[in-house]
Every structure is written in C-alpha cells, then in structure tokens.
C-alpha cells in the first residue's frame, strides 16, 4: 500500500502565498507523474499541475505564471509553490501519483491524498 500525505494548505489573504507539500510512502518502487488536483465547493475536481518523473510540467491556463509545481524524487516528495493567490484559488487541493509498487510491478496504480484545505479571503 501507498499514502500519500498532504500539508501545508491554510488561510491566505489575496496576493498571498502557500507551499503545499505531498510526501509519498509505502512499498514504492517508483513513480511517474505527481499532481495537484483543487475541487472547489459545487464543482468538479480539476488538474492545476503535474510534474512526470524528468520534471516535465503541465499547467491549467488558470493557474499559468502564479503556481509552480516541483518535485524531489529522493524523497518522494511534490510541491505547489502558490503565490499571487486569488479568491478563485480557494478549494481543497489533493495530491496524485502514479506508483509503481512491489505488488503492481511492472504496471502502475493511482493513488491520492486526502485533501488539504486552501481558502483565500481578506
């Protein structure tokens, strides 16, 4: 099995930053791509950023210029850098992977966070 572990969410004002942070562990062999998905109240689930394991980046045009997705394969580790937060940035923010594990070698299987809590008000 493999948990994934999100921190780091919070209250910002507008123009604000955050760092959120997902630590990936487990029977990890390795892992493809790590993301940031963000479900807001009364929406569906969307991709902000995914990072492959050669640090090949993806961005939803929202978030282009303000968010940066970064990853430290040594550790597991995926980051969201936030900065000029706005009010619609405020969801709760998942992480996702794509792991391969002793179990589903040489396949992959997907595995998500459980959520961290990102509100952007003044």
């Known amino acids: 099995q493999v948990q994934l572990v999100e921190s780091g969410g919070g209250l910002a004002q507008p123009g604000g930053s955050l760092r959120l942070s997902c630590v990936a562990s487990g029977s990890i062999v390795s892992i493809d791509n790590m993301g940031w998905y963000r479900q807001a109240p009364g929406k569906q689930r969307e991709l902000v950023a995914d990072i492959s394991d050669r640090g090949n980046t993806n961005y939803a045009d929202s978030v282009k210029g303000r968010l940066t997705i970064s990853r430290d394969n040594a550790k597991n580790t995926v980051y969201l850098q936030m900065n000029s937060l706005i009010r619609e940035d405020t969801a709760v923010y998942y992480c996702?992977?794509?792991?391969?594990?002793?179990?589903?070698?040489?396949?992959?299987?997907?595995?998500w966070g459980q959520g961290t809590q990102v509100t952007v008000s003044s």
């Open positions: 996702n992977a794509e792991v391969r594990t002793r179990s589903s070698w040489p396949g992959l299987e997907t595995y």
